[in-house]
Nanobody
Framework: QVQFVESGGGLVQSGGSLRLSCAAS????????IGWFRQAPGKEREAVSC????????YYADAVKGRFTISRDNAKNTVYLQMNSLKPEDTAVYYC????????????????????????WGQGTQVTVSS
């Protein structure tokens, strides 16, 4: 049973920053695509950013491009999401999820992965951005 420990969420003012962490109990962690997703009240869950296995190629949703940075530390089985210049519309529950993928996918392909292709999900961490 895969377990994720997500942390780093909280309340921040507009323009502020937060760093989310996702620690996973996965063997061969480097061969998993890890994605960050978010779900705001009344809205569908959406992809925020993904990082490929092995080479660490990255994808960002247009809404966060230039403000968020995803990275991974395979030695610590952890993926990070640095969120800068936060906006009230970034308010949501943020989830990390994993997908086994030995081949390092391109950024374009990462952006096309359906949510259903991610097989394990964390519990989520709340991010609230006040105006």
């Amino acid at each position: 049973q895969v377990q994720f420990v997500e942390s780093g969420g909280g309340l921040v003012q507009s323009g502020g920053s937060l760093r989310l962490s996702c620690a996973a109990s996965l063997e061969a962690f480097e061969y998993y695509v890890i994605g960050w997703f978010r779900q705001a009240p009344g809205k569908e869950r959406e992809a925020v950013s993904c990082i490929s296995s092995v080479e660490g190629r990255t994808y960002y949703a247009d809404a966060v491009k230039g403000r968020f940075t995803i990275s991974r530390d395979n030695a610590k089985n952890t993926v990070y999401l640095q969120m800068n210049s936060l906006k009230p519309e970034d308010t949501a529950v943020y989830y990390c999820a994993s997908k086994w993928e030995v081949v390092p996918l391109s950024a374009q392909t990462l952006g096309l992965l359906p949510l259903s292709s991610f097989t394990s999900w964390g519990q989520g961490t709340q991010v609230t951005v006040s105006s």
